[in-house]
């Protein structure tokens, strides 16, 4: 059992920068490929970034390349979401996920956390 807690949201102007942190539970972090999704009101949840369980292998959506970058501290138990240049498209509530299960980033997580609001302002 992985638990999953998100942190690091808020309000921001557009052109500003946020930085998303999810501290996972459990001796078994570095055995899971992790990623974060969002979800707006009405549309389904997508995929914005994903790291393999070493790190070695990175997924970004289209939409967030060059501007946001996903990363992960296995001593810590935690993955990060640097989100840079935000553009009030990115406004939605953000969601961390583990799996093993690797297609076109993490694919059928198994866990979630609870999710973090991230708002940006025009």
């Known amino acids: 059992q992985v638990q999953l807690v998100e942190s690091g949201g808020g309000l921001v102007q557009a052109g500003g920068s946020l930085r998303l942190s999810c501290a996972a539970s459990?001796?078994?972090?570095?055995?899971?490929?992790m990623g974060w999704f969002r979800q707006v009101p009405g549309k389904e949840r997508e995929s914005v970034a994903g790291i393999s369980r070493n790190g070695g292998i990175v997924y970004y959506t289209d939409s967030v390349k060059g501007r946001f970058t996903i990363s992960r501290d296995n001593a810590k138990n935690t993955v990060y979401l640097q989100m840079n240049s935000l553009k009030p498209e990115d406004t939605a509530v953000y969601y961390c996920?583990?799996?093993?299960?690797w297609g076109i980033g993490l694919a059928s997580p198994n866990y979630w956390g609870q999710g973090t609001q991230v708002t940006v302002s025009s």
């Open positions: 459990g001796r078994t972090f570095s055995m899971y490929d």
């Open positions: 996920a583990a799996g093993r299960n």
